[in-house]
């Protein structure tokens, strides 16, 4: 038995003939005829009898009928709550990001968002790559803004932009926020360093950075918030390397610097599960914020 019988079954119900039934279902009434026979057998049961042209159900077609109407109600809500149409899709979507592109980048394109599919329930939580990564692959988030690199297994990745890293330092005057100065990399080598921690994706591109260099920095604080690592340097606890987006707007009590020669960046990508059935509304809103945010860049 399956839904499909059940329907022929009801549409038969609600007709007054067997032709008129199949006109509806759009089949020929040999064929409704046969899953009516086959959808009998397998109850073990009669649900119809003939008296004449005309098709008279049994106490027992009259008792499936109010189950099957049940069923098909209720497969009419699952089939709309997974319905694969933008404008149907009434799931809520969860999507994932950083603080830190959450804070500094996020914003507009985020109020954007919501204009464009005013429909949909949209659920944001902030982590770090790798407990979106590991959201992702668990299916708790549709979408993620993460950091490269990861494993990418099973992840479709959109490139979005390199975004550059910068070198930060307390000043006892405020610093006018758009001036970069360099030096050269013995200058941070015995510098106490305020970093992200160890387990975040943007801290191994910083150490896989101080290698390049040379240099092997003296960690003295860990902290995940940029805007405290930011309070921390002004108030003169060390330097950091901070993302160059928030760093941006008025003068700080902290100079920027990059090291001589050399550019360190990290790479943001969209991330969603590869899968043979993707989600229609994941992928209009991954293009939607692809586009807002390079556009944006």
């Known amino acids: 038995m399956d839904v499909h019988q059940l329907e022929l079954f009801l549409a038969v119900m609600d007709s007054p003939s067997m032709t008129r039934a199949a006109e509806r279902v759009h089949l020929s009434p040999g064929a409704v005829s046969l899953q ?9 049961t009669e649900l119809f009898v003939r008296r004449g042209k ?12 109010e189950r099957a109407k049940e069923v098909v109600k209720l497969m ?13 899709d009434r799931r809520p979507f969860h999507f994932a990001t950083g603080v830190t592109t959450l804070i500094y980048q996020l914003g507009r394109p985020l109020r954007q968002l919501r204009t464009r599919f005013p429909n949909a329930e949209i659920r944001v939580t902030v982590g770090v790559t790798e407990e979106m990564v590991a959201g992702l692959h668990d299916r708790r988030f549709d979408l ?27 000043s006892a005057k405020k610093a006018a926020s758009s001036h970069i100065s ?3 990399p013995a200058e941070v080598a015995n510098a106490p360093f305020l970093l992200y921690p160890k387990r975040s994706n943007v801290r191994r591109v910083i150490d896989g950075f101080f290698r390049e260099i040379g240099v092997q920095p003296y960690v003295e604080m ?3 918030d940029t805007e405290g690592i930011k309070r921390l340097v002004e108030s ?13 707007g008025r003068s700080h009590f902290f100079q920027k610097f990059r090291i001589e020669g050399h550019r360190l960046t990290r790479k943001l990508a969209l991330a969603n599960i590869r899968t043979e059935n993707p989600r229609k509304l994941t992928e209009s809103i991954a293009e939607f914020l692809r586009a807002a945010l390079v556009e944006q860049k």
Do not use: C, W
């Open 222 to 224: 860990e902290a995940e």
């Open 144 to 170: 993620a803004l993460i950091s490269l690199p990861i494993p990418e297994d099973n992840l479709q990745i959109i490139p979005l932009f390199d975004e550059e890293l910068l070198f930060v330092r307390p």
């Open 76 to 88: 009419g809500h699952i089939q709309q709550e997974f319905e694969n149409d933008v404008t149907k």
């Open 54 to 65: 005309r098709l008279v159900p049994t106490p027992a077609a009259l008792r499936l009928a």
């Open 36 to 44: 009516l026979h086959n959808l009998a057998e397998e109850l073990h």
């Open 236 to 248: 003169g606890f060390g330097y950091s390397i901070l993302p160059e987006h928030a760093l941006r």
């Open 182 to 184: 360099s030096v050269r």
